[in-house]
C-alpha cells in the first residue's frame, strides 16, 4: 500500500454481542510512529473547523461517534470524504489542505499526528499553501 496520497484504511474490527472493538497501531495500521494523538468535540451540528495544511505532519482521522466530512485539497483539486464507521481512519498525508465540516450533533473526531505539535508547520492561508505546492 502507497502512502503518499489521502485513503481511507480499514482498521480491525473484533465483533462481539457486547460490543465491537476497533484498534490502532502505530507504524502498523497507519505509515508513521504516532508522536501525538487529539480529538475535536462539542463542536455544534452542521458547523465546519476551518482549513490548514502541515508541512511535515501527516495525520490519520477517525470518526470515534457521529459523522462528519473531511474536504481535502492536494493543491489541483478537492475531494470529500465522510467519516461515519469508527473502524475506517482517512490517512492525509503533509502538505495536503484540509477541513472538517458536516458535524453531527455529539461527534468525536481523533486525530492520531506524526509528529509532536510544532505551531510553525501550519499552514493557515490557502493562498500561500497553493504557492508551496507548486
Given at each position: ?15 462481539d ?10 507504524e502498523?495500521?497507519?505509515?508513521f ?9 462539542d463542536?455544534p451540528?452542521g458547523?465546519c473547523r ?7 505532519q501527516d ?7 457521529g ?10 483539486k ?10 475506517y ?6 502538505m ?5 465540516d ?9 486525530v ?7 505551531p510553525?508547520d ?5 493562498d500561500?499553501f ?5
Amino acid at each position: 500500500m502507497a502512502f503518499n496520497k489521502p485513503q481511507i484504511i480499514e482498521l480491525p474490527k473484533v465483533c462481539d454481542p457486547r460490543g465491537n472493538l476497533s484498534f490502532i497501531e502505530s507504524e502498523g495500521h497507519v505509515p508513521f510512529k504516532v508522536k501525538r494523538v487529539y480529538w475535536i468535540y462539542d463542536v455544534p451540528g452542521g458547523m465546519c473547523r476551518y482549513g490548514h495544511a502541515f508541512r511535515e505532519q501527516d495525520e490519520f482521522i477517525v470518526a470515534l461517534s457521529g459523522s462528519f466530512d473531511v474536504v481535502l485539497h492536494d493543491g489541483e483539486k478537492a475531494t470529500r470524504h465522510h467519516m461515519s464507521r469508527s473502524y475506517y481512519g482517512l490517512y492525509v498525508p503533509r502538505m495536503t489542505w484540509r477541513e472538517i465540516d458536516n458535524f453531527s450533533t455529539n461527534s468525536v473526531v481523533m486525530v492520531l499526528s506524526s509528529t509532536n505539535y510544532e505551531p510553525s508547520d501550519y499552514i493557515e492561508d490557502f493562498d500561500q499553501f497553493l504557492a508551496l505546492k507548486k
